[in-house]
């Protein structure tokens, strides 16, 4: 279903460990959307607000989405100055249509209404729109709605608002972004109130869109708003999605799963630093266009009110801002966007490629002369290279023992403002310290740049191959590079700036290397016919081979490295 994509929309998940409040409980395969540990890459805006009937919009935010017929149906908010909210429809056959397809106001509500939720209900074969709105007529005016079509792709069709629960309990303070799922017996209103709390009504599915129980506290904690819950195909487990603020970016996204819809709900990826979408776990594989990860949907394995979700993996529709464009503007007036996440196809397992007490695994490779020398060490659970006031040495490489071939690695480097040197990370890389090695003993191969006084260098790609020996991302000549050639777009901290820990990334399949810096795309390279070439075959190197943390010849580097971690595809 999400083969026409522009990119890969398909999370395939890794087998973790999910530490739950009532244990720790093994993931297997099968439930890789419960993993705590995501990795996802957004490219451009998928689309902006527009003109429509003779008012500029400021926002377009809030998407649901269900595929139906063979397009992509999507329902959002947009948000005016003539109107403050409405609720617009757009569909297309690919994403890369999205930013083109018309955009119509619905005109089941005059009024205020926004933060629209689409399904099919099958017990009515109707499909059913639950949203957020206000009329004066109602008791009380602002209430959960919805409305109702037997024609999807008509938004005229849609029939007039009308209140859902028709009362507010008295304990609640406020109530918004309203969602409802179904199971076999029940549908559940679930609902948030930007206190830290999620609610819960529910009503039977004959009852359906009436009857709904008082709400009761479902989940309390670190949570803000839109708290949109989802099946697992064909498993007894749910997945709820709930905004947060304050994590990496202004708002980001934390999951818990559940056994029942009226069950308790445990935390899965639900912390700062390990949450389910983010900006520390979302790279931007084009110019950036956002800061904060707001408001997500789950592109969903069926359209009805199971709202169900492949076990193995799903796309996800998102609104997002740059921190620039939403600085001073109330919230009303914030340039809201669409987009998408996407992650690479590596179902692997993650592996830690250091242990955090000693160098297992790993192995220095260095002419004999260096080899008394300590620079590579482990010092308060990091490797540390650190070569100051040590004199002169040659290269000095930090080996893995094990080989790899198609991977996606990720590990944090800190660098240090006394340090002038020069390190890197050496990939699909083989040792040669044979009678024909240059210097007495090589590693040949690809290396990704570190170079801390050039930052425009890092992410870059150097072949360090004998034959080679030149810049292959950019393609240049030699060793030169200048700031005019370096990286379009990069963020850098040294060790006293920020969190003093610079996030690197590096994917390879294939011919193709790709390498993000805190989240930005640096290279993009796609290295058929010189990855592969006689040089590099001849070195067996460039597709397969060792990874290793650099120290350049004579260079006086104090850098560290932590959290190593890469998975491998299994396919």
């Given at each position: 279903?999400?083969?026409?994509?522009?990119?890969?929309?398909?999370?395939?998940?890794?087998?973790?460990?999910?530490?739950?409040?009532?244990?720790?409980?093994?993931?297997?395969?099968?439930?890789?959307?419960?993993?705590?540990?995501?990795?996802?890459?957004?490219?451009?805006?998928?689309?902006?607000?527009?003109?429509?009937?003779?008012?500029?919009?400021?926002?377009?935010?809030?998407?649901?989405?269900?595929?139906?017929?063979?397009?992509?149906?999507?329902?959002?908010?947009?948000?005016?100055?003539?109107?403050?909210?409405?609720?617009?429809?757009?569909?297309?056959?690919?994403?890369?249509?999205?930013?083109?397809?018309?955009?119509?106001?619905?005109?089941?509500?005059?009024?205020?209404?926004?933060?629209?939720?689409?399904?099919?209900?099958?017990?009515?074969?109707?499909?059913?729109?639950?949203?957020?709105?206000?009329?004066?007529?109602?008791?009380?005016?602002?209430?959960?709605?919805?409305?109702?079509?037997?024609?999807?792709?008509?938004?005229?069709?849609?029939?007039?608002?009308?209140?859902?629960?028709?009362?507010?309990?008295?304990?609640?303070?406020?109530?918004?972004?309203?969602?409802?799922?179904?199971?076999?017996?029940?549908?559940?209103?679930?609902?948030?109130?930007?206190?830290?709390?999620?609610?819960?009504?529910?009503?039977?599915?004959?009852?359906?869109?009436?009857?709904?129980?008082?709400?009761?506290?479902?989940?309390?904690?670190?949570?803000?708003?839109?708290?949109?819950?989802?099946?697992?195909?064909?498993?007894?487990?749910?997945?709820?999605?709930?905004?947060?603020?304050?994590?990496?970016?202004?708002?980001?996204?934390?999951?818990?799963?559940?056994?029942?819809?009226?069950?308790?709900?445990?935390?899965?990826?639900?912390?700062?630093?390990?949450?389910?979408?983010?900006?520390r776990n979302v790279d931007q594989a084009e110019e950036r266009w956002t800061d904060c990860i707001s408001h997500v949907e789950l592109i969903r394995a069926g359209n009805d009110e199971r709202l169900e979700v492949a076990p193995q993996g799903t796309g996800v529709v998102f609104q997002g801002?740059?921190?620039?464009?939403?600085?001073?503007?109330?919230?009303?007036?914030?340039?809201?966007?669409?987009?998408?996440?996407?992650?690479?196809?590596?179902?692997?397992?993650?592996?830690?490629?250091?242990?955090?007490?000693?160098?297992?695994?790993?192995?220095?490779?260095?002419?004999?002369?260096?080899?008394?020398?300590?620079?590579?060490?482990?010092?308060?659970?990091?490797?540390?290279?650190?070569?100051?006031?040590?004199?002169?040495?040659?290269?000095?490489?930090?080996?893995?023992?094990?080989?790899?071939?198609?991977?996606?690695?990720?590990?944090?480097?800190?660098?240090?403002?006394?340090?002038?040197?020069?390190?890197?990370?050496?990939?699909?890389?083989?040792?040669?310290?044979?009678?024909?090695?240059?210097?007495?003993?090589?590693?040949?191969?690809?290396?990704?740049?570190?170079?801390?006084?050039?930052?425009?260098?890092?992410?870059?790609?150097?072949?360090?191959?004998?034959?080679?020996?030149?810049?292959?991302?950019?393609?240049?000549?030699?060793?030169?590079?200048?700031?005019?050639?370096?990286?379009?777009?990069?963020?850098?901290?040294?060790?006293?700036?920020?969190?003093?820990?610079?996030?690197?990334?590096?994917?390879?399949?294939?011919?193709?290397?790709?390498?993000?810096?805190?989240?930005?795309?640096?290279?993009?390279?796609?290295?058929?016919?010189?990855?592969?070439?006689?040089?590099?075959?001849?070195?067996?190197?460039?597709?397969?081979?060792?990874?290793?943390?650099?120290?350049?010849?004579?260079?006086?580097?104090?850098?560290?490295?932590?959290?190593?971690?890469?998975?491998?595809?299994?396919?």
């Amino acid at each position: 279903m999400l083969s026409n994509m522009r990119r890969l929309a398909v999370i395939c998940f890794t087998a973790v460990i999910v530490f739950a409040l009532r244990g720790e409980v093994t993931a297997n395969p099968e439930d890789g959307i419960l993993s705590t540990r995501v990795q996802w890459t957004t490219g451009k805006s998928i689309a902006g607000p527009m003109r429509i009937d003779g008012e500029s919009w400021l926002s377009i935010k809030d998407p649901t989405i269900v595929r139906h017929e063979g397009k992509w149906h999507v329902f959002c908010t947009v948000r005016g100055t003539t109107r403050s909210h409405a609720i617009v429809y757009l569909s297309f056959a690919d994403w890369d249509q999205a930013e083109e397809a018309e955009q119509r106001i619905l005109s089941c509500h005059e009024g205020y209404f926004c933060a629209p939720q689409v399904f099919y209900f099958r017990p009515h074969q109707k499909w059913y729109m639950i949203c957020q709105a206000s009329d004066d007529s109602w008791t009380p005016p602002y209430q959960p709605a919805f409305a109702t079509t037997d024609d999807l792709s008509d938004p005229d069709s849609w029939s007039p608002l009308t209140p859902l629960v028709g009362r507010k309990a008295d304990h609640l303070n406020a109530w918004l972004d309203f969602w409802v799922i179904g199971d076999e017996e029940k549908a559940y209103l679930f609902f948030t109130s930007l206190d830290g709390k999620m609610w819960r009504a529910d009503t039977g599915l004959e009852a359906f869109p009436q009857g709904w129980s008082d709400p009761v506290i479902c989940l309390e904690g670190d949570i803000f708003e839109a708290g949109h819950i989802y099946r697992i195909q064909g498993q007894p487990q749910y997945l709820a999605i709930i905004e947060a603020q304050g994590g990496h970016g202004w708002r980001y996204q934390k999951s818990y799963g559940a056994d029942r819809l009226d069950g308790e709900w445990r935390p899965i990826a639900a912390t700062r630093d390990l949450a389910f979408a983010s900006m520390r776990n979302v790279d931007q594989a084009e110019e950036r266009w956002t800061d904060c990860i707001s408001h997500v949907e789950l592109i969903r394995a069926g359209n009805d009110e199971r709202l169900e979700v492949a076990p193995q993996g799903t796309g996800v529709v998102f609104q997002g801002v740059l921190d620039s464009d939403r600085q001073g503007k109330g919230y009303g007036a914030i340039p809201w966007r669409l987009g998408l996440l996407e992650s690479y196809p590596f179902d692997g397992e993650w592996i830690s490629l250091f242990n955090g007490n000693d160098l297992e695994g790993w192995t220095v490779r260095c002419l004999p002369e260096d080899r008394e020398k300590v620079f590579w060490k482990v010092t308060d659970g990091v490797i540390e290279c650190d070569s100051l006031g040590q004199g002169p040495h040659d290269y000095v490489w930090l080996m893995t023992d094990k080989e790899y071939d198609d991977f996606d690695l990720r590990l944090k480097f800190q660098a240090f403002r006394e340090s002038k040197g020069n390190s890197g990370v050496q990939i699909r890389s083989r040792y040669d310290d044979g009678p024909e090695a240059p210097r007495g003993g090589w590693l040949d191969g690809p290396q990704i740049d570190i170079h801390p006084t050039g930052p425009y260098r890092i992410g870059l790609i150097y072949d360090e191959t004998r034959e080679e020996k030149r810049w292959i991302y950019p393609s240049l000549k030699g060793s030169g590079i200048t700031e005019s050639q370096g990286a379009k777009s990069w963020e850098f901290n040294f060790h006293d700036e920020g969190n003093g820990w610079n996030d690197l990334r590096i994917y390879c399949e294939g011919t193709v290397i790709r390498t993000f810096l805190n989240g930005r795309l640096v290279s993009d390279y796609d290295g058929k016919g010189v990855l592969d070439d006689a040089a590099h075959r001849k070195r067996s190197v460039g597709l397969k081979g060792h990874i290793a943390l650099q120290l350049h010849t004579n260079d006086a580097l104090k850098i560290r490295f932590k959290d190593i971690i890469l998975r491998e595809s299994t396919q």
